[in-house]
């Protein structure tokens, strides 16, 4: 079973500050098959990287994917208001279990 | 504009049966697959069941429910069902539909529902 574990649970940071989320798989994933979503208390998830590096149409530049094999980070260069949410990484389209969520990074203002 | 507009949500006995319903509407619907996610009250994301946009309708259950739930679809109403069995209070949960981002294949979610509410409790 992949298991998916954000880091960390809680980021309390400021406007206009660099934000690092961390999302670390029990197994290496396959073809880059990975992403990351933002939710808003109340709304939908909205998908913002595939690929690990992809952004998603209509997302802002200041939002970037990295990483590789287990390891892989969503970087906020500079946080706007509307950025705090809660951000899940998310493995797909391959075995086992074709998709996997993380429990999610809340991110706060400080 | 894609939509994608849920139904059948409610309040069930544990042990009983519900059935959701995804209408879709803006894409060909045939070459997406779908997917249902669900998301018990103040916690994270759970993926539940995919149906693959290829010909053969494939499927595959999240082990949580497998048994359980039978996802499927209607091509020619555009729709994508859950059928759900042998409910437990631990299914309580907003049910999302969502289409993967593109066709062909299985990809993250980029388009999705607003959501059914299932309550599963006696």
């Known amino acids: 079973e992949m298991v998916l574990t954000q880091s960390p649970g809680t980021l309390a940071l400021s406007p206009g500050e660099r934000a690092t989320l961390s999302c670390r798989a029990s197994?290496?994933?396959?073809?880059?098959?990975f992403a990351w979503y933002q939710q808003k208390p109340g709304q939908t998830p909205r998908l913002l990287i595939y690929?690990?590096?992809s952004r998603a149409p209509g997302v802002p530049d200041r939002f970037s994917g990295s990483g590789s094999g287990t390891d892989f980070t969503l970087t906020i260069s500079r946080l706007e208001p509307e950025d705090f949410a809660v951000y899940y990484c998310?493995?797909?389209?391959?075995?086992?279990?074709?998709?996997?969520f993380g429990q999610g990074t809340k991110l706060e203002i400080k | 504009e894609v939509q994608l507009l849920e139904s059948g949500g409610g309040l069930v006995q544990p042990g009983g049966s519900l059935r959701l319903s995804c209408a879709a509407s803006?894409?060909?619907?045939?070459?997406?697959?779908m997917s249902w996610v669900r998301q018990a009250p103040g916690k994270g994301l759970e993926w539940v069941s995919v149906?693959?946009?290829?010909?053969?309708?494939?499927?595959y259950d999240a082990e949580s429910v497998k048994g359980r739930f039978t996802i499927s679809r209607d091509i020619s109403k555009s729709t994508v069902y859950l059928q759900m069995n042998s409910l437990r209070a631990e299914d309580t949960a907003v049910y999302f539909c969502?289409?993967?981002?593109?066709?062909?294949?299985?990809?993250?979610?980029?388009?999705w529902g607003q959501g059914a509410l299932v309550t599963v409790s006696s």
């Open positions: 969502a289409r993967g981002a593109f066709s062909n294949g299985l990809y993250p979610f980029d388009k």
């Open positions: 803006g894409f060909t619907f045939s070459t997406y697959a």
């Open positions: 149906i693959s946009g290829s010909g053969d309708g494939y499927t």
């Open positions: 197994q290496t994933i396959a073809k880059n098959y």
């Open positions: 690929g690990v590096s």
């Open positions: 998310q493995r797909y389209g391959s075995s086992p279990g074709l998709y996997t």
